[in-house]
């Protein structure tokens, strides 16, 4: 009989830890009570993005979105929906304000606004299978590469799409690939960063959970253009999930020929190994995750020589994040005019963000660059939760800074946000309201690089414990104002001294939030007052 | 039933030649290592050491490098001796000795039966029960030498009945 109900399943790490996994169960026990299990087909997909809403399911083929599902609602959805063609009303999104209830998913706000790019198959395809990564023109990249293609057609391609890496600098990833393939020495090889370390980003591990092949697609892609045979994906330890289905997936492409000798039948080979890290934030730095894979302490190395020239095993290597290689698929395919129709003049295609914090929508978006944050916090997040006021949002980590309200319309693009004093970064975007007392947020930031601090530069391990000192001295009341200047003295000392990435911009949540905000640190210094309410508790 | 250290360092040694000699495959194995172990023994290391050819100093650096990786096996009860003021004053040297003594281990170290492990916290909060210390969740306040020991005896024979 053939398949009528298609049922999506969000099997991404935050909606398996919501519960799932035991929806998925009791609704395979449904199914079995009422013998109709040969006419649903479960796919388990990765993240869609709305992780606020887990565990979610989207039925197919009327496109009807349940959200925040309980192992006792597979019940009504088999014997309602399946059977009876009735919708389940209360499992259904309603929306904030009027409180109107959404039936399909592409008609929530959440997900009109966006623009999937890397995050295309997340959500729709099982991320284990081969036959629907292909089915959703996957490897169709690589076959008009090795058959269409010259290595320098690939990179002029890459190159005119203006597509910069999504890491945190922003490098123009076609350049960047072409110092790569210029480079001389015979042994080349070809990185994927997904060390990534930023608290509150997890858009990497979303691509790598729920379309693992589009990296690996892209790598081979990446080896074929800058003339390498061998690549690493490096993955952190905290991420088994994208692990197993990393290693899945490369099993697969291996017993398929893509990955290995001959790929196409063509003459070129390539092939791909996982490396695991072992926990340490640093190594998300591009020398340091070099020495990782080397199987050394992973502390940085001063740049230059850059990884182009001088890289792993003292090679020649091309290093990208996972969101920039998912881009590259499409860009092959669709051509780099598309993609540089979309976003600004200087930052072209999309941007996936991490919307956490003070916001209703919590979750994955990704959107053309250029996107304001007003339209970010208000009509994608949904707003603040309790109506509460907008203070401002950090962007880009530990490595980033503040945006606050007064410039809520600057548009999210490399420049505007570089004005600023910020970063785009990885895309960690975390919204503040009046609850967020701005010194401790600087400290909650500054004692994680410090904490992560490799120790090998005096200017990150000696400069970033001072700072951290005299911030737990402005948030118990115990700092002169004088230490303000001093606070930005160092700052600067170490964005100028620092070895690596990671150092050079450890001190920027502080100068950000003393650049906007710079009141409220004096109000602790002075007055010994918190207006968020965060520091002094233990007097009250 | 839990195999022995030694057919576990037998079951690395397999897994060691699965990788080529040298560093490069380093934290590939260590993490072998502590899949199998729970955490890398000393004798794993020079096992590591022999079949790669890295020196014992560069692996330990690489270790104590990551988070990830453990030198100390994880215990079954963990041991929190508070060292603040109040309890300092009271003699929390001495409850701390005692336990060092009795466990015949250092803080941060496990015990060879794998029972114990002592930390030294900073405050726990119950300075009017000074000296305090915890076994997981649970407070112990107002100790002497004769009551750790006995707390320390009690657990002892709560796992041995959990054996049975």
Same mark, same amino acid.
């Given at each position: 009989m053939a398949k009528i109900y298609n049922l999506l399943l969000c099997a991404g790490a935050s909606c398996i830890s919501s519960g799932g996994y035991s929806f998925r169960d009791k609704l395979v026990e449904e199914l079995k009570k009422?013998?109709?299990?040969?006419?649903?087909?479960?796919?388990?997909?990765?993240?869609?993005?709305?992780?606020?809403?887990?565990p979610v399911v989207i039925v197919y083929p009327d496109g009807v979105f349940y959200k925040k599902l309980k192992p006792e609602d597979a019940k009504d959805i088999v014997e309602e929906h399946l059977l009876k063609g009735r919708v389940v009303g209360r499992l259904l999104y309603k929306e904030k304000d009027s409180e109107k209830i959404v039936q @399909?998913?592409? @008609?929530?706000?959440?997900? @009109?606004? @966006?623009?999937?790019?890397?995050?295309?198959?997340?959500?729709?395809?099982n991320p284990e299978s081969l036959e629907e990564y292909i089915g959703k023109d996957g490897y169709s990249a690589l076959a008009k590469v090795l058959t269409e293609m010259k290595p320098e057609d690939v990179i002029k391609e890459i190159k005119d799409s203006g597509?910069?890496?999504?890491?945190g600098a922003g490098f123009p990833t076609g350049l960047k690939w072409e110092l790569v393939r210029n480079s001389k020495g015979g042994e080349k090889y070809v990185i994927c960063n997904a060390d990534e370390g930023d608290p509150g980003a997890f858009m990497d591990r979303s691509v790598l959970e729920g379309d693992p092949f589009s990296v690996i697609e892209a790598m081979t892609i990446a080896g074929y253009a800058v003339g390498a045979k061998q690549g690493y994906i490096y993955v952190r330890a905290e991420y088994p999930l994208a692990i197993k289905r990393l290693r899945s997936a490369i099993k697969k492409a291996y017993e398929e020929n893509l990955l290995g000798k001959n790929i196409f039948g063509q003459n070129f080979d390539f092939d791909l190994e996982i490396r695991v890290g072992a926990g340490a934030f640093v190594c998300g730095e591009e020398t340091a995750l070099m020495h990782s894979v080397e199987g050394q302490r992973g502390t940085p190395s001063p740049k230059p020589p850059f990884p182009a020239d001088r890289g792993l095993f003292g090679k020649p290597t091309l290093i990208n994040n996972v969101e920039t290689y998912a881009n590259v698929c499409q860009i092959i395919l669709k051509g780099s005019k598309w993609f540089s129709s979309i976003g600004t003049e200087k930052s072209k295609g999309t941007k996936v963000f991490a919307l956490a914090g003070a916001i209703n929508n919590t979750g994955l978006v990704e959107v053309p660059m250029g996107t304001t944050l007003k339209e970010m916090v208000y009509e994608i997040g949904g707003g603040l939760p309790n109506d509460k006021k907008f203070k401002a949002a950090q962007i880009g980590g530990p490595s980033g800074g503040c945006i606050p309200e007064e410039y809520i319309d600057t548009p999210l693009d490399y420049e505007s946000v570089k004005k600023l004093g910020t970063i785009i970064g990885s895309g960690g975007l975390i919204v503040m309201s009046e609850d967020t007392c701005m010194v401790d947020l600087a400290k909650y930031f500054l004692e994680f690089t410090q904490d992560e601090s490799c120790g090998k530069c005096p200017s990150c391990r000696i400069g970033t414990k001072k700072m951290l000192e005299i911030l737990n001295r402005i948030s118990k009341g115990r700092a002169k104002v004088e230490e303000l200047d001093l606070l930005i003295h160092l700052g600067e000392q170490i964005s100028k001294t620092a070895l690596c990435g990671l150092g050079q911009t450890a001190p920027n949540p502080v100068l950000s939030t003393l650049k906007y905000f710079k009141d409220e640190y004096l109000e602790h210094i002075n007055e010994k007052k918190c207006r968020a309410g965060v520091c002094f508790k233990k007097k009250k | 039933m839990k195999l022995k250290k030694e057919e576990l360092l037998e079951q690395l040694k397999e897994e060691i030649k699965k990788h080529p000699k040298g560093q490069k495959d380093l934290i590939e194995v260590l993490h072998?290592?502590?899949?199998?172990?729970?955490?890398?023994?000393?004798?794993?290391?020079?096992?590591?050491?022999?079949?790669?050819?890295?020196?014992?100093?560069?692996?330990?650096?690489?270790i104590t490098f990551y988070h990830f990786f453990t030198l100390q096996p994880p215990s079954k009860y963990n041991v929190k001796v508070c060292l603040g003021t109040a309890c300092y004053v009271k003699g929390a040297d001495k409850i701390l000795n005692t336990l060092k003594r009795e466990l015949n281990v250092e803080l941060e170290q496990t015990t060879e039966d794998g029972l114990f492990k002592i930390q030294g916290a900073r405050c726990l909060g119950a300075c009017g029960l000074a000296p305090v210390m915890m076994v997981d969740e649970e407070v112990y306040g107002k100790l002497t030498e004769d009551k750790v020991i006995q707390i320390i005896n009690e657990y002892r024979e709560k796992a041995s009945e959990e054996v049975k």
């Open positions: 009422h013998n109709i299990e040969n006419m649903v087909n479960i796919v388990e997909t990765g993240c869609v993005g709305i992780c606020e809403l887990g @399909q998913a592409s @008609q929530i706000p959440f997900f @009109q606004k @966006q623009l999937k790019i890397v995050l295309r198959n997340c959500g729709i395809i597509l910069r890496g999504r890491g | 072998k290592t502590q899949e199998l172990f729970g955490y890398i023994p000393q004798e794993a290391i020079s096992l590591i050491s022999k079949e790669l050819g890295v020196y014992r100093s560069v692996i330990y650096g690489v």
